[in-house]
């Protein structure tokens, strides 16, 4: 999650809002961990960490 956030701030100047963070923004961070030489393993880690928390905050109500 930590990866994600700064990322997206990084890239966006702005802190991550969930409404706002869309399957582009996953695939575009997906595409930075690989042109960073990050393995599989650690890109499908993260990714499965962002789907649970993305799942989760759409249970509870703090994303659509």
Known sequence: MK?????YLETTG???KFDAIGP?????????MQNRG?????INRALACLSTFF?????Q????
């Open 3 to 7: 990866k994600f956030f700064r990322w």
């Open 38 to 42: 990050q393995k599989p393993a650690t």
């Open 14 to 16: 702005e802190t991550p």
């Open 24 to 32: 582009l923004d996953i695939a575009e961070f997906k595409r930075y």
């Open 61 to 64: 109500g703090h994303a659509a």
């Open 55 to 59: 799942t989760w905050a759409v249970e």
